[in-house]
């Protein structure tokens, strides 16, 4: 292959969209973790080797009660969040205790904010019920949030009054349809077997998976660029999961070394 092939397949590779996650949005997490889970060890949690994934491992409760900042045990458990930014979606994988046919507080709704200011710009409905605005898998511009009953971990109150409350949104109260994501909100499953056991404390058919991938032509171009935090939580906000992962997906260094030399070796040849 010529040098000016060559170069003209690297610019191929450095402007157009950067590798991205395949994930079917399934409620299954075999796109998402390393291996199949043991249903005995944390590292059951570990996602696939990809640098482009941020995740948070939260509470692995067992039988325990307390969470933070309320109480709960597996029921209400907030248990781990995968994010992973491509050059076209913002793919999510959230676990939980949280049965979406569950009695009492219903689960939250994924909440994003760009340029990590404590504003959380836009809200994905994960389930149609009547603490938020919305049906599932609708993307929302968000005005305003419903929040938790936690101004502080372990104190009640109106969260609207603390800086802890407002930081951890639970549904849309009120905002924009801008359009609609994938989304699947379902037992966990791994390979399309569900039932199974996950992390230390195994927890056998108590995990549930959301799981949506958000087109970023969805988002205001001036926002979809910068910095962002994913953040979930149930209506009451007993337990809260969240990671930020970075902005735009940059050309991998060695990547632009390897133009950098072409160019540098078509101007020797061109003199």
Known sequence: MSIRSTLACCLLLATGPAAALSINVDSDLKDWLAGAPSGSSATDWEPITDPSIKYSIEDQTGTNSYLN?????QDYDAEAIYVQRSATHINIAVVTGRAPGASGYAAGDIAIDFGLDGIFDYGLVTLTDSTG???????YRVNEWNLGLWTAPGVTGDASTTAFGLAHPTSVKTGTKVGDAALSYAEFKYNGVSGLGLGAYGDAGKHYVIEASIALNLIDPTLSSEAFLVHWT??????????????????PVPLLLVLAGLVGLLRRRAK
Do not use: H, K
């Open 234 to 251: 149930m209506a009451c906000a007993n337990d809260i999961v969240e990671v930020d992962p970075p902005g735009n997906v940059p050309t």
């Open 133 to 139: 605005i919305g049906s599932a898998g609708e993307l």
């Open 69 to 73: 900042p309320g109480w709960g045990g």
